[in-house]
């Protein structure tokens, strides 16, 4: 008898660090996305986050358009004057 109520005391024990392994889990995972999320200003051609904290103090982003809502800027085309001209025979 005793070895049946050890094992069940084990098994809640063991049901009991699942749990708190999984709030750990989950609270570490919240904490370390930033559960409010981190604010970008859009400053025309870039996406600037401004911190309080170093080492990063302030964060440029040119390239990932959807931190701030900004729209691909439209593409221009290149001047046919830059490029090589050849001569044809």
Request: charged content about 25%; glycine content about 6%.
């Amino acid at each position: 008898m005793l070895k049946q109520s050890n094992y069940f005391f084990s098994q809640k024990i063991l049901t009991f660090r699942r749990y708190f392994l999984k709030i750990i889990f989950v609270v570490g995972t919240a904490s370390v996305l930033g559960c409010g999320g981190t604010v970008w200003k859009n400053h025309g051609d870039s996406c600037i986050r401004i911190s309080e904290k170093p080492p990063l103090r302030r964060v440029i982003n040119y390239s990932d358009h959807d931190l701030c809502g900004r729209k691909l800027s439209p593409r221009t085309a290149p001047n046919p004057q830059t490029r090589p001209q050849t001569e044809k025979d």
